[in-house]
């Protein structure tokens, strides 16, 4: 079975050629079918974020390392107890890349992100074809297509930010990263009942993305002055809530002190393993009282994401598609920055993007 995989661990941006980690086709065996399992017909996975961390390898380096985990597709098979949601052959779905196994501790004490069994299913979806058990697996509304259904996981991750921002109505938000996880957290945090919602983002096309879906400012970190933009957006007072979507240290510098006495900053994004950020106890936790939190995975989250999904304008994130055969190519206009989001078209499926 044709997937797309890491086949050289290295950064996708070196620029040293030889150095450089590399994305290619490997012929991986299809799992096999276990009784609640379902098998989809890949129609789309996008590329993550997190995607070019795995090809640094972040999570191991034992080559090939399988990628995808924001998928839409068609259900082709059923396990014969694959039952309890009435999934049928044809159903159009997406769904979390993990499995919660709902038995270990952490399962059972309500903190799924913890499940001790979670990679378990963790396979990769940027291929012909996903075996996942049913519990992993969404039927998507008939208003979702497929193209934009491959975006049900990325909403889910930003509905779980939102959920750690404990976000009030009216509360003023600030949210750091313009990329694919920003814009809908954005999205979500204008639903919310956002004020002073501004995107801070280097990239103009992006800042002028933000606008286009409900930012009463954009910052542009580099060319502007940050810190007096942000205490003009808010009358001096700062943000209830800061949200980093960006994962850049450089990024996340500068936003505690965007934060308002007693505010929530949530990290919402993948960072370097190495990356320590400096934190003065005194004026951030004593004094201002901030609450510091991350987002790891998005329990609990699909459901929501599911509902809210009809509701979102994705359609400039999902533009860029390249057939599986380009996944290279795709991974490379990919860290290029050139579109927010880039999608790999895994098999061609009738009615795929209506
Ligand atoms: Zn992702
Ligand atoms: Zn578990």
């Not at 983002?201 to 942000?230: F, K, N, S, T, Y």
């Not at 505010?263 to 003065?280: Q, R, W």
């Amino acid at each position: 079975m044709k997937t797309v995989a890491v086949t050289k661990i290295g950064s996708l941006r070196d620029p040293d050629p030889a150095a450089r980690g590399r994305i290619g086709l490997v012929d991986l065996p299809e799992p096999a079918l276990g009784p609640e399992d379902v098998r989809i017909r890949v129609a789309y996975a996008a590329i993550c974020g997190s995607d070019p961390h795995l090809a640094e390898g972040f999570f191991g380096t034992d080559v090939p390392i399988g990628l995808g985990h924001e998928i839409s597709g068609v259900v082709e098979a059923l396990g014969e107890r694959a039952t309890r949601n009435g999934l049928r052959v044809g159903d159009r779905v997406a769904g979390n890349f993990l499995r919660f196994c709902g038995t270990c501790d952490p399962c059972r004490e309500g903190a799924q992100q913890f499940c001790r069994f979670v990679q378990e299913y963790n396979r990769p979806g940027m291929a012909e074809t996903v075996t996942w058990h049913e519990s992993q697996v969404y039927r998507l509304p008939d208003a979702v297509s497929l193209l934009q259904g491959c975006l049900l996981e990325p909403t889910s991750v930003a509905v779980r930010i939102i959920d750690k921002t404990r976000m009030r109505v009216g509360d003023r938000v600030a949210i750091c990263g313009g990329g694919p996880i920003g814009q809908l957290v954005l999205q979500l945090a204008k639903r919310h009942g956002a004020t002073a919602l501004t995107l801070i983002e280097p990239i103009a096309e992006r800042r002028a993305m933000a606008l286009r879906h409900g930012a009463d400012h954009v910052i542009d970190p580099v060319g502007e002055d940050q810190a007096a933009l942000a205490a003009g957006h808010t009358a001096d007072r700062g943000y209830d809530i800061v949200i980093d979507a960006s994962g850049s240290p450089r990024a996340v510098r500068g936003l505690l002190d965007l934060a308002a006495p007693g505010g929530t900053v949530v990290y919402g994004a993948m960072y370097p393993e190495d990356y320590e950020l400096p934190l003065n106890l005194s004026d951030y936790l004593y004094l201002r009282e901030l609450t510091l939190t991350g987002v790891f995975v998005s329990p609990y989250a699909f459901p929501r994401a599911l509902q809210l999904l009809p509701h979102l304008d994705v359609e400039e994130l999902t533009r860029a598609v390249y057939p599986l055969e380009d996944a290279a190519e795709a991974f490379a206009v990919h860290v290029s920055g050139a579109h927010p989001k880039v999608v790999i078209r895994c098999n061609e499926l009738a009615g795929a993007e209506a």
